[in-house]
Nanobody, 122 residues
């Protein structure tokens, strides 16, 4: 069973960087497509980035393109989200998610982590 656990969130000044990690304690997500979503207070959960299970394809939301990078380390069974040039509007709870087949819609994902808070101060 897939059990996702995010880590790496925190408080950072605008322009800074953070690296989020998503680990699967169930050690079964290597064949899943993986994605990161975020949810700010009072807003709907939104797509951030996805990575196909082969690692051959990535997709990013326009708002993070060129600043965020999603990658997978199969040896460590983790998926990371490197976030650079952070902006106050990036402040949100960030979630990793897994499913067979890639999608930008959060309702299509059936495995979720508990989320990690990212706060960017101006």
């Amino acid at each position: 069973q897939v059990q996702l656990v995010e880590s790496g969130g925190g408080l950072v000044e605008a322009g800074g960087s953070l690296r989020l990690s998503c680990a699967d304690s169930g050690r079964t997500f290597s064949s899943y497509d993986m994605a990161w979503f975020r949810q700010a207070p009072g807003k709907e959960r939104e797509f951030v980035a996805l990575l196909t299970w082969t690692g051959s394809s990535t997709v990013y939301a326009d708002s993070v393109k060129g600043r965020f990078t999603i990658s997978r380390d199969r040896g460590k069974n983790t998926v990371t989200l490197q976030m650079n040039s952070l902006k106050p509007e990036d402040t949100a709870v960030y979630y990793c998610a897994a499913r067979y087949g890639n999608s930008r819609s959060p309702s299509d994902y059936y495995y979720w982590g508990q989320g990690t808070q990212v706060t960017v101060s101006s």
